[in-house]
C-alpha cells in the first residue's frame, strides 16, 4: 500500500451533500477485472456530456464545462473537499481506485459512508473527517483561486499553507501506523495466524455445522 | 449488564483486540460475486497466498447475468466485458475450489442474497461478508452480516478475519401491526425517511417489535437489506421460531443431532431486557402507508396519499439545493400529487424484493388485470432459479404473463443494470429495488422505489396508486 505521510495541495470542493459511489463510478465501469484504469470515468456522469461505456476514448468525449473538476483552476487538485455522507450507496471499492487514479490523494468531508471509509483507507486514500463548521469554512475559503491545503498526518492537522488556520482530525492509531508506513493488512493479520486457528479449532469444536 | 444481539454476534467472533479498539474478527460464511471478487483473487495470487478455509466461500454470478437468452448458453451474455468477469469467477472458483457455487445457468443461480438463505448457507450466529453493500440482508437471520470491499475480500480470503472496530448499537421499534397492504420495504422506506441515509452511519441496527416479529423471513430480508440505505453496514433480527421454521431441511441447515444442537444455540440470539442501545428510534406500525420516493436518495420518500414536496419549505440551504437538484433530474415539480406521476417502466425484483413472497404479493394485484398501455416494460426477475421454479409451480408467471408482465430469468438485473436491463434517460421506473441515485438504473433513469405490490398496482394504472383501496 501507498504511504500517506504530508500532503501540500489544491483543493477543489464538490458542494453537494451524500454523493453516492454510483455516482463517483457508474455501474457500467465495474465489469473490469482489473483494479486500474478508474481514474477517467470519476464522476462519469457528471463530468462528460455523452453517455459513457467502457472502452470509449475519454479523452475525445465532450465535456460538462459546467462540473467543478472540469474547470481549469482545478487541474492538478489533490485534495476533495466533500459534504456529509459522501460515498453512501454500494461496497465498490472501484470509487476510492477512481478518485486516486484521478489524481486525488484525501478527501475532506464532515462525513463518509461506512464502507466507502474502510475501503479507503485500505488503498492508501486518506478521508478526514472535520466537523460540519470546519468544512463550511473550507468551501468559503475555496473560492480564494489557487487555493491549497496542508494535511499532516503525523500531526493530524488539515492547515492553510500560511498556517493562519489549522484544524485537528482524529483517526485510528493503527489506521495511522498504517497508513503512515505503508504496511500491509494482511501480512500484519498473519502475524496472529496462531491465535486465529487456535479460534478456529475451539468454534469448530463448539459449533460443528459451521464448518461442514 | 445486558448485551445487545449485536454485543453478542461481536463477542464471539473477536480473534484479536487492539487497544484502540480495533479487531480481528473470524468470518464464518463468505459469500463471493464476480463484480468484487476478481482483483481480490488476483491480489491473493499476485502475493502467492492460498485461501484460508475456502470451504467457507459460498459463490454466484448475478451482478453480469441477463435475464433473457439463456437457451443461448454463456453465448447469452453478449456484452464481451460482462462475459470476461463472469469466466473470470468461475475460473477462480476452479482454480481455489468452494463449499459451492451456482453459475450462470444452474437452476439454483440467483442473486446472492436470495440463494445465501434459500440453501441454508446462511444460518443463525454466523458473520456474514460478501463484497456486496446489501451483505446486511442475511442480518435477518440474526446474524452479523455486511457488506465489504475487495480489498477486504481479499483480506477475508487469505485470512478468514475481517479488521474492523465494533459499531454502535442502534434499535428501531416498530409496535402494533401494519395496516393491510403495508409490508416490509414500506416499513424500510419509513424509516429511512425518517432517519435519512446517514440516520444509521457508524451503526449497527437491530429491528424489533410487534409489526417485526409478524414478519415473515422474506419480509425481515427485505428490512435488513434496506439498512444500508439508512447508512447502517449491519441490520438484524433476533432469532425465534420464525427463523427456526425457515431454516429446517434447507440443503446446508444442519441435520439430525446437530440441528438440535443448533436450535439450542439460536435460540439465545436476542437481546437481553436490560441490553443499552445508543440510539433508540421508535414507530408506530399503522402510522406507516405505502411508501413511494420521489428523489435521487432513499431518504426523498413520502407516503402515497402525500404529494412531491416543495424546497422552498426547506431551511436548509445544503438540503434544499439537493432537493432542487433531484427535483430537476427527475423531472417532478413540488406538490405533484404521487398519485398523478405517469410511468414508462416497472422493475420488480432484487436482492430487496425477488422472493416468492414479494412476487405472490405482485401477483395477487395483477390478476386478471392488463398493464396500462403507457408503460413500455413492466418486467419480473426471480431472484433465483428455485424462486421462479416455485412461482411457477403456483400459475404466477401465468398470471404476470397474461397481464402483460415480461417473465424473466434471475439475475440482478435492473436494479443496478449492469446488464442490459436498464432504462433510458428520462425514463421513468417504479422499482421494487434499493436505490434511486442518480443514473442507478440507466443513464438518465429515474427511478420510485415501492414495495412490489405498489409496483404491480402502477404497472396495471399506468401510475402510481394507493395500493390500499386496490379491487
Known sequence: MEKFTVLNALVAPLDRANVDTDAIIPKQFLKSIKRSGYGPNLFD????????????????????PDFILNQSRYQGAEILLVRKNFGCGSSREHAPWALQQYGFKCVIGPSYGDIFFNNSFKNGFLPVVLSEAEVDGLFYDCALPGFRLVVDLERQTVATTDGSKSYKFDID?????????????????????DEIR??????????????? | MGRTLYDKLWDSHVVHAEADGTALLYIDRH?????TSPQAFEGLKLAGRKPWRIGSVVATADHNTPTTGWERGLAGIEDPISRLQVDTLTANIKEYGAKAYFPFLDKRQGIVHVIGPEQGATLPGMTVVCGDSHTSTHGAF????????????????????????????????VAGQLGRGVTAKDVALAIIGRIGTAGGTGCAVEFTGSAIRALSMEGRMTLCNMAIEAGARAGMVAVDDTTIQYLQGRPFSPVASEWDQAVATWKMLLSDADAKFDHEIKLEGQDI????????????????????????KEKDPVKREGMERALAYMGLKPRTPIQEILLDKVFIGSCTNSRIEDLRAAAAVAKGKRVAANIKVAMVVPGSGLVKAQAEKEG????????????????CSMCLAMNADRLEPGERCASTSNRNFEGRQGAGGRTHLVSPAMAAAAAIAGHFVDVRAWR
Request: proline share 6%; hydrophobic share 40%; with cysteine.
Open chain 1, 173 to 193: 492509531a493503527s489506521r495511522r501506523n498504517s497508513l503512515l508506513n505503508g504496511l500491509d493488512e494482511i501480512d500484519l493479520t498473519l502475524r496472529h495466524a
Open chain 2, 142 to 173: 440474526g446474524c452479523l452480516a455486511h457488506g465489504i470491499g475487495t480489498s477486504e475480500v481479499e483480506h477475508v480470503l487469505a485470512t478468514q478475519c475481517l479488521v474492523t472496530k465494533k459499531m454502535k448499537n442502534m434499535r428501531v421499534s
Open chain 1, 45 to 64: 456522469a457528471w463530468r462528460y456530456l455523452d453517455i459513457g461505456q467502457p472502452g470509449m476514448n475519454d479523452a475525445k468525449r465532450p465535456l460538462n
Open chain 2, 396 to 411: 404466477l408467471d401465468r398470471i404476470f404473463r397474461e397481464s402483460g408482465f415480461e417473465w424473466r430469468e434471475p439475475g
Open chain 2, 31 to 35: 459469500l463471493v460475486h464476480e463484480v
Open chain 2, 289 to 312: 402507508a405505502p411508501q413511494v420516493t420521489w428523489g435521487t436518495s432513499p431518504e426523498m420518500v413520502v407516503s402515497v396519499e402525500a404529494g412531491v414536496p416543495d424546497p422552498e
Open chain 1, 198 to 212: 487456535a479460534f478456529e479449532a475451539r468454534r469448530r469444536e463448539q459449533l460443528p455445522w459451521l464448518f461442514r
